[in-house]
């Protein structure tokens, strides 16, 4: 399948804010005790003939690309894949020295998915969520395949030395 992946316009911004309700409970997204309005962050989305499938945002602060939230409409089709090529090409024209991002532990999907494109995991932060919930009580309490959520963790991809 081909995905043409392109930066969000105001024109997106509707459908942005549906999606983070849809799958974060508030566009306010928690991680290592930072809070960030993911609608307002750069954002890349990928699309089939003219149909929004997949949304990344990310942060770029002291070198170093975040992503903050990725979605893919249609799991297994590729449009992760897409938006982290995407997001890689961003990283590198920005000089970033790595892309790092934080997951939780009970998202076995995301691991799985990340460890296989050349992410590693580089820290547990053990019960940090307990803290991200001060900022955002949405945060359920267990979470995907019936896992508590505890830990945040921490994944990154190195791309300069």
């Keep these: 399948m ?37 609608d307002k962050l750069p954002a890349i989305i990928a699309e089939v003939d003219g149909l929004r499938v997949g949304l990344l945002t990310y942060c770029i602060m002291n070198y170093e690309l975040e992503i903050v939230t990725m979605n893919a409409i249609e799991k297994g089709r590729g449009v992760g894949s897409a938006l982290l090529d995407e997001v890689q090409k961003i990283a590198k024209m920005n000089r970033c020295r790595r892309i790092w991002l934080i997951t939780t532990n009970d ?19 053990r019960y940090a969520i307990e803290e991200s919930r001060k900022l955002k009580p949405q945060l359920p309490f267990v979470g995907k395949y019936g896992i508590p959520i505890r830990d945040e963790i921490e994944l990154e991809m190195i791309i300069a030395k």
């Design 2 to 38: 081909a995905f043409e992946v392109r930066y969000s316009t105001k024109d997106d911004r509707d459908w942005i804010i549906e999606l983070l309700l849809e799958n974060w409970a508030s566009n306010i997204i928690v991680t290592r005790g930072m809070t960030y309005e993911a």
């Design 107 to 125: 998202n076995i999907d995301a691991l799985r998915f990340y460890q296989r494109r050349d992410f590693e995991i580089v820290a547990v932060h």
